[in-house]
């Protein structure tokens, strides 16, 4: 079994910071792939930011430049380093793992998400 868990969310002031942390745990041989996405009201859920097992990354145009994905393989954890942050960034944000299990196959694995709140 593999357990997914972000944390890190709350509200914050437009032009404030935050930073998100997801861990994966459980049954785990190895972990590929890790991803935030966001959902907000009434809309589909996006990527935000991306990063491989090597450490190479992608992010949404929306937020070059103000957001940073990493993560530390040893501890099967993604972060999200979030600045100047907008209310449009306001959502509940999702991180996904692709984790390959003791059986070496790969599977997806969504946590519970967190809400990311910005006041103007």
């Known amino acids: 079994q593999v357990h997914v868990v972000e944390s890190g969310g709350g509200l914050v002031q437009a032009g404030g910071s935050l930073r998100l942390s997801c861990a994966a745990s459980g049954s785990i041989f190895s972990v590929n792939g890790m991803g935030w996405y966001r959902q907000a009201p009434g809309k589909q859920r996006e990527l935000v930011a991306g990063i491989t097992s090597g450490g190479s990354t992608n992010y949404a145009d929306f937020v070059k430049g103000r957001f940073t994905i990493s993560r530390d393989n040893a501890k099967n954890t993604v972060y999200l380093q979030m600045n100047s942050l907008k209310p449009g960034d306001t959502a509940v944000y999702y991180c996904?793992?692709?984790?390959?299990?003791?059986?070496?196959?790969?599977?997806?694995?969504w946590g519970q998400g967190t809400q990311v709140t910005v006041s103007s």
């Open positions: 996904n793992a692709a984790v390959v299990a003791m059986d070496r196959l790969q599977y997806s694995y």
